[in-house]
């Protein structure tokens, strides 16, 4: 079980609250905290998928995505992440047709965190859905990135070289 630590910071993106939320990229979530907050599940993609959001429809290629969502109910971001590890769940979520569909790689967990803080941070990558997991969000256009080939992670992020470097 690899975890890898950054002793970086993330900044919210309200402009009412300027808080330092500390991260891991956790491959597991077993190594994910219990605590609430938020993430950006990285998901490899083998085959082409075709989504709903809403009214929309849309075909995924294969390839690296990252899908940045909250967890504030009990066992916070751990909880959160086995649900969106585990193969053929329900789909209650967006993101569940994509991790019932792809290998979930990990996630960077932000204990504290806010989901669109880490959205806005990833804004130079895609967006492949309109409105994908963000049906409840007035501020993004969605939650979800394609991460293309030869992306790197923002520069203070932990990089899980390994796991990125398998997929270009």
Not at 62 to 83: E, K, T
Not at 123 to 145: I, T, W
Request: hydrophobic share 45%; proline share 8%; with cysteine.
């Amino acid at each position: 079980m690899s975890v890898v630590y950054a002793r970086r910071a993330l900044r919210r993106a309200t402009a009412s609250s300027k808080v330092n939320v500390m991260f891991a990229f956790v491959e597991t979530a077993a190594a994910a905290p219990r605590d609430s907050g938020a993430y950006a599940l990285l998901v490899a993609l083998g085959a082409a998928l075709p989504v709903e959001a809403g009214p929309r429809r849309a075909t995924l290629s294969p390839g690296l995505y990252v899908y940045c969502g909250s967890a504030n109910g009990p066992g916070g971001l751990a909880a959160r992440l086995a649900r969106h590890m585990r193969r053929d769940k329900p789909r209650r979520w967006h993101v569940d047709q994509l991790t019932n569909a792809g290998a979930p790689l990990g996630a960077w967990v932000f204990p504290g965190g806010c989901e669109c803080a880490i959205n806005v941070t990833l804004k130079a990558l895609p967006v492949p859905v309109e409105g994908f997991g963000s049906s409840d969000c007035r501020r993004c256009r969605a939650h979800l990135r394609l991460w293309p080939a030869g992306a790197t992670p923002p520069e203070d992020w932990a990089r899980p070289a390994a796991l990125l470097n398998r997929f270009e």
